[in-house]
């Protein structure tokens, strides 16, 4: 794994996941230039394992995936990459295979691609996870007839298009609001099949019990109401639209 400015940046949120960090960095593919790993309140050696292993480290106290998600991207403005991929600590999304991901955003024939999971073991998505997973994409193919197959946390986009979308969401909003938001701006949009593990280590902060399944699923569901509802808009409130914040022209 390498570091500094470039033109592939990887943004890795994190919370108490020390053992599954440091397997995870070293599968970082070369096509990656700089890594943020986002310390999302956690009460181990996560930043500590980050640093060792090479990648920056981001501190974010605001629990939730999309606040470390904006705090990684704020982490990039000061010297913006071409793409901006993310993807999970616990090893589950499998980041050696990034390579695959960035391929049609380098090659200029998409600016959002999506890691369709392919799971290697049964056990790798909980059946409340492929459940709500299968009733949003079919909402979103009802409501705006795109036919994505999976909302999963590895993706990689263009920083132009980043700023497109305008992200606000900050916890289990951020993946589906990401895809909504893309249909709506016209983006180019791959999903690429790819290995779906079980997590290296630790606990799952979401699936492990039934209130964090239910949580995450109401968030979801919440989200493309919203976006449903929502007036077609190209500028954001000023307190609330990332682009308003870090894109400037």
């Known amino acids: 794994m390498t570091t500094g400015s470039g033109e592939v940046a990887l943004i890795i949120p994190a919370r108490n996941e020390e053992l599954s960090l440091p397997t995870v960095l070293k599968r970082v593919p070369a096509d990656v230039s700089r890594v943020v790993v986002v310390d999302n309140g956690s009460t181990d ?27 990684g991207i704020a982490a990039l403005a000061g010297n913006p990459p071409a793409v901006v991929a993310f993807a999970d600590a616990d090893g589950s999304d499998g980041v050696e295979n990034l390579t695959a991901l ?115 699923g109401t968030k979801i569901l919440w989200v493309i109401g919203r976006e449903l509802l929502r007036a077609e808009q190209k500028t954001p409130h000023p307190a609330r639209g990332l682009k308003a914040h870090l894109f400037k022209e």
Not at 113 to 141: D, E, H, M, Y
Not at 183 to 193: D, H, S, T
Request: glycine share 8%.
């Open 45 to 71: 050696a996560t930043a500590a394992v980050a640093r060792a292993h090479g990648a920056e480290v981001v501190h974010e106290p605001l629990p939730g995936y999309g606040s470390a998600c904006l705090a």
């Open 102 to 216: 960035l391929a049609p955003l380098l090659a200029g024939a998409a600016e959002l691609a999506l890691a369709r999971r392919v799971t290697v073991a049964s056990r790798a998505l909980s059946p409340q996870q492929r459940f709500g997973n299968w009733l949003a994409t079919r909402l979103i193919r009802l409501i705006w007839d795109h036919d994505y197959q999976d909302l999963g946390p590895m993706r990689a986009i263009t920083w132009p298009a980043l700023a497109e979308l305008q992200m606000e969401d900050r916890n289990f909003g951020w993946t589906v609001e990401m895809q909504i938001r893309a249909i709506k701006a016209g983006l180019r949009v791959q999903e690429i099949p790819l290995p779906y593990h079980v997590r290296l280590a630790g606990e799952s902060k979401i699936s492990r019990t039934l209130s964090g399944v239910a949580r995450a």
